[in-house]
Every structure is written in C-alpha cells, then in structure tokens.
C-alpha cells in the first residue's frame, strides 16, 4: 500500500512537471531570446550563444526606427484615462442596474445582450470613420474614447457583486434622510472595493493588450503607437531580422507587470467568467 | 415612512403605466392649458411661464439647435439616405474654361453615416420632445393643485436621487451609442449595399442592393460562397474541436492538481497561469516564431536527431490545422482548469467517499461523479466558450493569419475562421460590403447558440425575479 501510495505521488509529480515544462517553454524561450547577443530571427541552434543586456539597452537608446519608450509612454498614458473612464462608466451602470429600478433598465440589459453578439471588431471600419469625421483619427485621445466607449456594456461582473450587497443598508440609509447618490458613493462603493480594483486593472490592462483596434486607428503613425502594435510591427518582413531579439526584450518588459496583475485577479477573473455567463 | 414611499412608488408606476407614450400625448391636447398646448409646439414655453427658467431654457435651446441642424443639413441628408448620392466624381466639360473639369461626387460613405446620425438625431428629439410635454403637464397639476413648483435647485437635487438612473447612465450610455450602436448601425446597413472594392468613395459611388450580398454568400457556386461554406465549416470545426479539448483537458489537469498528495498546489496553478496571464499578442506570436520551418522547434527537434527535416507547421494546410488546435490547447487548457477548480473544491465529499464505499476505482469517480457534477454546473460556460472560438480572432490571426493561403478561395486561407476573413476583408480587401454580411452571419450564429443557452439556464430566470 506504501509503494503504491509513493509511486502514486512520484508519478503525479513527475507528470506535473512534464506538463509545467511544456507550458513555460515557449515563455521560458522569450527570455532567452532576449537576451541573446546574436540578432536576427532565427539561428540554427537552440540556445544562445552568448547573452547580453543590449537588447534591453538599446530597446530604449535606439530611437532612429522605433521608439519603444514612447510607445510605453504613450500606452501608460491612454491606460491610466481609459481606466479612469471606463471604471466610472462601468461603476455607475452597474449600480444603476442593480439598485434602480427604472423605464429602460430590462430592455437596456437585453439591448447589451444583443450588441455582445455582434463580432466586436464589425463595428471597427464604421469607428475609424467616425473619428475620422470628428477629426481626431490616429490620435491617443481617439483611444482612449474607443477602449471606455463600451464599457458601460460590460456591467455584469460588478452588478453581480452589488447584487449581494444586503438591501437593508440602502433602506436604512434611506431611512436617515440619504439620498441615491450618498448611498452610491458612501455606502456602496466603499463595499465594492474588490471589485472597483478589478474593474480599475482590467480596463487599465486592455490597452496593453490589445492589438486589432489600435492597429486600425493608428494606422501609421509610429510616433502614437502603443506597445502592442509597436513590438508587433517589429515582427514585420522588413524589420524581423533586425528587431528580432529587441521584440523578445520589449515583450518580456510589457509581459512582466501584466502577468503579475493577472495572477493577483485571477480569482475575480474566475467569478466574472462564472457570472456573466450565467446571468448573462 | 417606507411603507408610505413605496406605495406612492406603486401608484405612480401603476398612473404611469396605465397612461401609455400615446395616451399622455392625447391628454396633453384634449386637457392640456394654454401652455401646455403652446409646449406642443414652442418647447420649453410652460416651463419658462412657470418660472423653471434653466428647464425652459434648455428645451428652447434644444429645438432651436434641432431646427436649424434639420434645415441647414438634417433634413438633406436623411433625404439623401435613400440613393446614397447620385453624382459621381468624373471629369465634366466646363463650357467657361472650354476644358474638362474634375467634379466632384457625392461621397455615399459620408452621406451614409451622416444620414444614420441625422436619423438618431430625430429619435433623441422626439424623446426631449415628449420629456417637454411630460414636464409641461406635471406643472399643470401641479399648478392646479396649488402645489410648490421645483426651482433649478430641486431638480437638480431629484438628479442626485429619484431620478439618479439619468445622471450616472448618460455618458455610458453616449460612449455606447457613439462607439457601438452608431458604428454597428452603419455597419450593418452596408451589408445591404454594394460598398466593395470596385465601389469605393469618394471616387465611386455604392448603392442598395437589397439582400444580393446574402445570396452570393449562401448560394452555392460563386468565388464567396466557395470560400464562404468551407471558411464556416471549419469555424465550426475549430470551434467544437477547441472547445471540447481545452473544456476537458481543463477539468484532468484541475482533477490532477488538486489531488490530495499534490505537494505546494499554487505554485503548479501558477506555472500553468503564465500561459494566460501574458499579452497573448507576445505568447501567440512566439509561438509562431518557434514554430516556423527553421524556428525554434524544428531547430531543437533536428538538435536531437528526432527529425532530419523541418515539420512544416504552418505551410501545410491540414498540419497548420492540427497546429492551431494543438497551440490553442495551450491556451485554454490553464483557462478552464482556473474556472473548474473552485467547483471541484465544492464536490460534496459524501459522493466520493460513498463511491469508495461501493468500490468504484478512480475512473468510474470520473465519469460517473466528477465529470457529471462539473458537467452539470459549467454548461452555461461551455456554450459561451463555444461562442467565444466561434469568435476567436485572437488565436488565428496572430498564429497563421488564417494562412495557408488557398488560391481557390476570395481573400481567404485554410485556417481562416469567419471572423478574421472579416477582418482581412475590411482591412486590407476593402470589401466592406461582404465584411458586414459575414459579421451579420456570425452574429445570428452566436444568437442561436446562445438562445440554447438561456432558454436552459434557470439563473438566467430567476435574475428576473431579483429585485
């Protein structure tokens, strides 16, 4: 029963690593990558030669073709407003639809149902016109206004948690002369706090992230690119075999506090997947 | 005091509910004052004469503004909805200068756009419109009734409380309805328009076309849909194929790391985490780079002495197939494995040990009590998981970008799923017109699924009771 007992054990562990090695690989390659003294994109051999920091050096010294320090610049700054615009805007919508009872609530619920069916980036041609009728195409302002501009449609992980805040406490507050909007602010929100951080660091991580809205507003404009599209540019034909090594060190330098915020969320980033898919 | 409130609450609901949209309106002109029936067509008169000057004088400032956008440009441009323009951009002979002259043409995009705007525009002034009348009727009585009409001040004051819901949805809802419904309407209505590569504004013009592009997407025969039906066969494929292997590798490697001898479980959770925590645009595009003829892989494998030539992973049609499933398992695995383990965790312990006692080995434990119990629980999940690869840009386009290219489809190549020739087709064909026929098709796709969904999940239901 021993042996069985230990084998079961070793075998799981083993198993378990296997698996971890296969999965850390392709991570643990970009590291690698990155500090690689060779460029270029692909060398007939597996490890690196030799190692350096230089990639990382000259990541931010070597401003001629790209500007990465601009880039994270720039990505900090549409992160920070489109995170400060989409909290509230989500916040507020989530609130309103959990406490408030009004006209358009249930057919504004279904209305979101139905846009979320849409593939998202449909839409994308028609955004770019739009801003480019308004004049502020290929500019940050017009990302920024294009991540918070939804976010009032992704309320259901919030409305999830304020649903479970008891109700007495509205009534109580009610009762001593409080008006929606104290109760908002004074009572709610300081309960929500788990979730207001969720809500702050997914929609700050959005624009780290994402590639497909940002490449088609920005078009060409280097100089406003965001780290997503900077490094995948990197990656063009004409550029690979020169940037190669200097993608892997700008991707492991956006990759590190992503992934630390991510790991951090991971529980809420569960009850939200739950949530929304069951309330819908 | 509650109890007071909530049955003023009830009644009000109940008068406004019994008085419909139409019902107030005939109201406002068979009982409706003087100025009432002036508010019908001057707005804001009522409010001003009532002495609420701010209230007034926004209404009057509405209509004003309202009046002359419809004069000056509105009223043309939902005139114009109806070609979508009628001059073309070309040369013309100008008889003063005796040489030809470039016109230009009405832009069918623009006047698209501004005439789906024009459209919305009229539909917020008509809700203003009868927020108007509503006002002017409840000074009436208030009047009548000798009651204290609210300044500004209280107004403003009922903004923060009973009437909160417009305050805190009206930016949400402006950023919805500039980057979502505008866009998608427009959208939307292309699809029904010839709006392609050989119609493209300002040089050409495009027109309705009424269901035309439908019929060349699901007739049988044309360059579209010869690429339309194996494009949305595989989708389907991708999509049943990356669901079900990630769903179920999710739930063994759950099973594997919460079993009770597993030493330090949150470190393993996190080694199989750092697959999705990272921006998959760096993760997916690695894995493209090592993938290659000469990438890393094939690189490390030929080291080895495993293989004496390179495995072609992306050039090979149904290998890059295999690949994208293979490579997306990566992904999703981790994904499930962090939603099922908190359901695993709440298995009631009884069903295990009763099982033990019955003498079921570990494989039955599984399909007869785990696999059931998460099954049960993560349906919902599994349908939207579903809807989400149907949906899945992410994956296929930064592995393959939907190559290999195949030479018998329009625009498309072997793993291109319905989404990225979307894509393809909007950004670098220009063929906007189809683009928008695939994303009307994708979406009654999702729709389908997801009324199998709702219509099966009793929570969905009971959020209806809530309140």
Redesign the interface.
């Given at each position: 029963m021993k042996i069985r007992?230990i084998l079961?054990?070793s075998f799981?562990?083993i198993?378990?690593l296997l698996?971890?090695i296969?999965?850390?690989m392709?991570?643990l390659?970009?590291v690698l990558i990155s500090f690689r003294q060779e460029a270029g994109?692909?060398?007939?051999?597996?490890f690196p030669k030799a190692l350096t920091l230089d990639n990382y050096i000259k990541l931010f010294t070597d401003t001629k073709q790209f500007y990465f320090a601009k880039w994270f610049g720039n990505t900090l700054f549409v992160a920070i407003c489109s995170c400060i615009?989409s909290t509230?805007?989500?916040l507020?919508?989530s609130?309103?639809l959990s406490r408030?009872?009004?006209r358009i609530?249930k057919p504004f619920m279904s209305f979101a149902?139905?846009?979320g069916?849409?593939?998202?980036?449909?839409?994308?041609?028609?955004?770019y016109?739009?801003l480019k009728?308004v004049g502020i195409s290929q500019s940050l302002i017009a990302l920024i206004?294009?991540y918070?501009?939804?976010?009032?449609?992704g309320f259901y992980i919030a409305k999830g948690f304020f649903?479970t805040i008891p109700k007495a406490l509205d009534?109580s507050a009610?009762?001593d002369g409080a008006?929606?909007?104290?109760i908002?602010h004074k009572i709610i929100l300081p309960l929500s706090k788990p979730i207001m951080v969720f809500t702050v660091l997914t929609s700050f991580m959005a624009p780290?992230?994402d590639?497909?809205f940002a490449s088609?507003i920005m078009g060409d404009n280097y100089d406003n690119y965001t780290v997503?599209i900077g490094?995948?540019k990197m990656?063009d034909r004409e550029f690979i075999n020169t940037f190669?090594t200097q993608?892997?060190a700008g991707?492991v330098l956006?990759?590190i506090p992503?992934?630390?915020l991510?790991?951090i969320m991971?529980k809420y980033?569960?009850e939200g997947?739950?949530d929304?898919?069951?309330?819908? | 005091m509650k109890i007071e409130m909530e049955e003023t609450n009830s009644t009000i609901k109940s008068v406004s509910k019994a008085k419909g949209k139409s019902f107030f309106l005939r109201d406002a002109f068979k009982n409706g004052d003087k100025f009432t029936k002036l508010s019908l067509i001057i707005m804001g008169i009522s409010n001003l004469v009532h002495g609420q000057i701010v209230k007034g004088l926004f209404f009057i400032f509405t209509e004003i503004s309202f009046l002359i956008y419809m004069i000056t440009t509105g009223m043309e441009e939902i005139f114009l909805l109806g070609s979508l323009g009628k001059t073309q951009q070309g040369w013309v002979y100008n008889e003063t200068l005796g040489i030809d002259v470039l016109q230009d043409g009405d832009n069918s995009m623009l006047i698209l756009l501004f005439g789906i705007f024009a459209v919305f525009a009229v539909s917020i002034f008509i809700l203003i419109w009868m927020a108007n009348i509503k006002s002017a009727m409840e000074l009436q009585t208030l009047k009548n009734d000798g009651k204290k009409i609210p300044m500004f001040k209280d107004d403003i004051k009922e903004y923060l409380d009973g009437k909160l819901h417009n305050t805190l949805m009206f930016l949400p809802l402006l950023g919805i309805f500039a980057f979502t419904v505008l866009p998608l309407a427009f959208m939307i209505l292309i699809a029904f328009t010839n709006y392609d590569s050989q119609h493209q504004p300002p040089g050409n013009l495009f027109t309705w076309v009424g269901l035309e592009n439908f019929k060349a997407m699901l007739s049988v025969g044309g360059t579209i849909s010869n690429t339309f039906w194996p494009v949305l066969g595989w989708t389907l494929i991708w999509a049943v194929a990356a669901t079900f292997s990630t769903y179920i590798g999710g739930i063994l490697l759950a099973i594997l790391i919460n079993k009770k001898n597993v030493k330090i479980k949150s470190f393993w959770r996190t080694m199989f985490i750092l697959s999705i925590a990272i921006p998959q645009f760096v993760t997916l595009l690695t894995m493209k780079t090592m993938l290659q003829d000469e990438g890393a892989l094939n690189v490390l494998l030929q080291e080895i002495g495993l293989i004496s030539g390179p495995i072609h992973f992306w050039t090979d049609p149904t290998l890059a197939r295999i690949t994208v499933i293979v490579v997306n398992l990566w992904i999703g695995i981790p994904f499930t494995m962090l939603t099922v383990t908190g359901i695993l965790m709440n298995i009631p312990k009884e069903l295990y040990e009763a099982a033990k006692v019955d003498g079921a080995g570990p494989i039955v434990i599984f399909f007869k009590i785990t696999m059931p119990y998460v099954l049960f629980i993560t349906a919902p999940t599994l349908i939207t998981a579903f809807i989400g690869n149907i949906n899945n840009f992410n994956v296929i386009y930064l592995l393959t970008a939907g190559g290999p290219a195949n030479l018998n489809y329009f625009q498309a190549g072997k793993t291109d799923l319905l989404v990225t020739w979307l894509f393809k087709l909007t950004t670098t064909g220009k063929e906007y017109s189809y683009a928008s026929t695939i994303g009307i098709i994708v979406f009654i796709l999702s729709i389908i699924f997801s009324l199998l969904l709702y219509r099966k999940t009793a929570a969905y239901k009971e959020e209806g009771d809530f309140s």
């Open positions: 007992k079961d054990f799981t562990h198993l378990l698996l971890s296969v999965w850390v392709p991570i390659w970009v994109s692909f060398t007939p051999y597996f615009l509230f805007y989500n507020s919508t609130y309103c408030l009872r009004f609530r149902l139905i846009l069916m849409f593939p998202g980036f449909m839409s994308m041609i028609a955004v016109y739009i009728g206004l294009v918070s501009g939804g976010a009032g449609l649903d009534e009610l009762i008006t929606k909007f104290q908002f780290w992230m590639y497909i088609v997503a490094l995948t990656l190669y993608f892997a991707a956006v990759s992503i992934a630390i991510f790991i991971q980033y569960v997947v739950s929304g898919s069951v309330k819908g | -």
